[in-house]
């Protein structure tokens, strides 16, 4: 983890509207168009998905 707990994703926390994690602004700042825009975050069913593989392989889910 980074400084404060942080994993290293800029210490921002949370997700932005935009489901850019609240980066977004980081590329508008420098003039650049977030390449991630138009990608929609994942579905409730998705994350279930996801986290069963993960369980089904031993690791612990939260």
């Known amino acids: 983890m980074g400084p404060g707990g942080s994993a290293g994703y800029g210490g921002r926390g949370g997700r932005g509207g935009d489901g850019s994690n609240g980066r977004a602004h980081k590329y ?32 612990t889910v939260t």
């Open 28 to 59: 508008a700042e420098l003039g650049l168009a977030f390449p991630l825009a138009d990608t929609a975050p994942p579905t409730p069913e998705l994350l279930a998905r996801v986290r069963g593989q993960f369980a089904e392989r031993g690791l």
